[in-house]
């Protein structure tokens, strides 16, 4: 596809990326593969550390990585398994990962592009924040030792600090078509893009592969923007989040005016900070698959304080998300709508503008919709999913045909229902 994006220097933003011709909602912008990814340590077992697919036939290729096909990923794997063996049973952390891989294509491909283009903000970090830098280039050190004996390998300047600070500051979090982390990866190009609160841009994946889409109508020359950070977050704690991570001060309209914050914090505020408190645990759970504790205790919370909390207060429906989780991995297919239809208002509030986490919403209570066969509303349900997938993830997207496979399933079906009424 010709080029639709170019690198300019955005005023007090350094660099960015616009449209170099105007853009309908909807329209693919750009489409790319990493100069480097790995699988999320979470997901080590579960995804294919080639094509980041996941399934029931992946093989074991050691103890740690599974392979469809592991002929296609050796000269990669090769060289992690050295150090995977040698730190056995510890697994280095996903920076420390991704960091060696870059290294390894660097000192095979002799590709320097941005690298050392990237911000470290090594200079903006809190002495804590450097320490634990430090920590990890230690683990770094001792994956590549086999690899990269001293660091003249690589481009001058690029010491193991600086470079785990640049993955920690410039890599994506690489997700399925549900939003659901994979991996992550260096997107070089990508990484140019400057954030805003209600952005004009949307980056997806289909396995490695990112597509970057317009979620409204762009001018030529406009900047390109995307969310570096969840919408469902007040004001305060977006910013306190970005500035940790990315090491500036979000001005954006959606920041100066907070104009979503009173309902984001409606309701009773001691209520809703027990509410907040809450949430951390409960993730912790989350990731544990502890389900049956994480709906007792959702249940229990929400019981307590959801009389005086509303469920677009974001702590609420944080906990309504949890309970409609746990509903779905423990088969309680009914609890499980209950608890998903309540989060579909919240949802349409907080992302009115095209968004992803939007559509797999509604395509999560669609789906719930159709297993109790309630399919009038898992139509509409459905419906309103795909409007959103066409121009989030595009028309050729497997979530995206999978959806549009189901309407017409739910089309052909409500015809056949009415035929025989006829009769």
Same mark, same amino acid.
């Given at each position: 596809?010709?080029?639709?994006?170019?690198?300019?220097?955005?005023?007090?933003?350094?660099?960015?990326?616009?449209?170099?011709?105007?853009?309908?909602?909807?329209?693919?912008?750009?489409?790319?593969?990493?100069?480097?990814?790995?699988?999320?340590?979470?997901?080590?077992?579960?995804?294919?550390?080639?094509?980041?697919?996941?399934?029931?036939?992946?093989?074991?290729?050691?103890?740690?990585?599974?392979?469809?096909?592991?002929?296609?990923?050796?000269?990669?794997?090769?060289?992690?398994?050295?150090?995977?063996?040698?730190?056995?049973?510890?697994?280095?952390?996903?920076?420390?990962?991704?960091?060696?891989?870059?290294?390894?294509?660097?000192?095979?491909?002799?590709?320097?592009?941005?690298?050392?283009?990237?911000?470290?903000?090594?200079?903006?970090?809190?002495?804590?924040?450097?320490?634990?830098?430090?920590?990890?280039?230690?683990?770094?050190?001792?994956?590549?030792?086999?690899?990269?004996?001293?660091?003249?390998?690589?481009?001058?300047?690029?010491?193991?600090?600086?470079?785990?600070?640049?993955?920690?500051?410039?890599?994506?979090?690489?997700?399925?078509?549900?939003?659901?982390?994979?991996?992550?990866?260096?997107?070089?190009?990508?990484?140019?893009?400057?954030?805003?609160?209600?952005?004009?841009?949307?980056?997806?994946?289909?396995?490695?592969?990112?597509?970057?889409?317009?979620?409204?109508?762009?001018?030529?020359?406009?900047?390109?923007?995307?969310?570096?950070?969840?919408?469902?977050?007040?004001?305060?704690?977006?910013? !306190? =989040?970005?500035? *940790?991570? $990315?090491?500036?001060?979000?001005?954006?309209? %959606?920041?100066?005016? &907070?104009? +979503?914050?009173?309902?984001?914090?409606?309701?009773?505020?001691?209520?809703?900070?027990?509410?907040?408190?809450?949430?951390?645990?409960?993730?912790?759970?989350?990731?544990?698959?502890?389900?049956?504790?994480?709906?007792?205790?959702?249940?229990?919370?929400?019981?307590?304080?959801?009389?005086?909390?509303?469920?677009?207060?974001?702590?609420?429906?944080?906990?309504?998300?949890?309970?409609?989780?746990?509903?779905?991995?423990?088969?309680?297919?009914?609890?499980?709508?209950?608890?998903? !239809? =309540?989060?579909? *208002?919240? $949802?349409?509030?907080?992302?009115?503008?095209? %968004?992803?986490?939007? &559509?797999? +919403?509604?395509?999560?209570?669609?789906?719930?919709?159709?297993?109790?066969?309630?399919?009038?509303?898992?139509?509409?349900?459905?419906?309103?999913?795909?409007?959103?997938?066409?121009?989030?993830?595009?028309?050729?997207?497997?979530?995206?045909?999978?959806?549009?496979?189901?309407?017409?399933?739910?089309?052909?079906?409500?015809?056949?229902?009415?035929?025989?009424?006829?009769?």
């Amino acid at each position: 596809m010709a080029l639709r994006v170019e690198r300019f220097i955005a005023r007090g933003k350094g660099n960015g990326l616009r449209a170099v011709g105007s853009a309908a909602t909807g329209e693919l912008l750009y489409t790319g593969s990493p100069l480097a990814c790995c699988v999320s340590k979470n997901c080590l077992s579960s995804a294919c550390h080639n094509c980041f697919a996941s399934g029931s036939w992946l093989l074991w290729s050691c103890s740690l990585m599974r392979y469809f096909i592991q002929k296609q990923a050796w000269l990669e794997h090769k060289r992690e398994c050295k150090y995977f063996k040698s730190l056995q049973p510890r697994v280095p952390p996903d920076s420390v990962r991704l960091a060696a891989r870059i290294i390894f294509t660097l000192v095979s491909s002799q590709d320097l592009y941005s690298i050392m283009q990237h911000e470290s903000h090594l200079e903006d970090m809190s002495k804590e924040k450097t320490e634990g830098l430090a920590q990890l280039a230690s683990i770094l050190q001792l994956c590549v030792a086999e690899e990269a004996r001293d660091w003249s390998l690589l481009p001058p300047g690029l010491d193991p600090i600086g470079l785990i600070a640049r993955v920690t500051c410039n890599c994506f979090t690489i997700s399925d078509g549900e939003l659901q982390e994979i991996g992550v990866g260096l997107y070089p190009s990508m990484s140019l893009l400057n954030h805003n609160c209600r952005p004009n841009c949307v980056m997806l994946f289909e396995g490695k592969t990112i597509y970057l889409r317009a979620i409204r109508d762009i001018q030529a020359q406009e900047e390109l923007t995307i969310s570096y950070t969840d919408a469902l977050f007040p004001r305060a704690e977006r910013c !306190r =989040r970005l500035q *940790e991570q $990315y090491h500036f001060l979000c001005v954006c309209q %959606h920041c100066s005016t &907070a104009e +979503q914050d009173a309902d984001m914090l409606a309701g009773d505020e001691e209520a809703w900070i027990s509410l907040k408190d809450a949430v951390p645990r409960l993730e912790s759970l989350q990731l544990e698959q502890k389900w049956d504790q994480i709906l007792t205790e959702c249940q229990a919370l929400v019981g307590r304080h959801g009389g005086a909390v509303p469920d677009r207060n974001v702590y609420l429906l944080r906990l309504l998300d949890l309970a409609l989780d746990a509903c779905i991995s423990l088969g309680q297919f009914e609890r499980a709508l209950l608890w998903g !239809r =309540r989060t579909l *208002e919240p $949802y349409e509030l907080y992302y009115s503008d095209p %968004h992803p986490a939007r &559509a797999v +919403q509604l395509m999560r209570v669609g789906k719930l919709q159709r297993c109790l066969g309630r399919v009038d509303e898992a139509l509409e349900t459905f419906r309103q999913a795909y409007d959103i997938m066409k121009v989030t993830h595009g028309s050729d997207h497997t979530l995206t045909n999978e959806l549009r496979g189901s309407l017409e399933e739910f089309r052909a079906e409500l015809n056949c229902t009415a035929a025989r009424k006829r009769r």
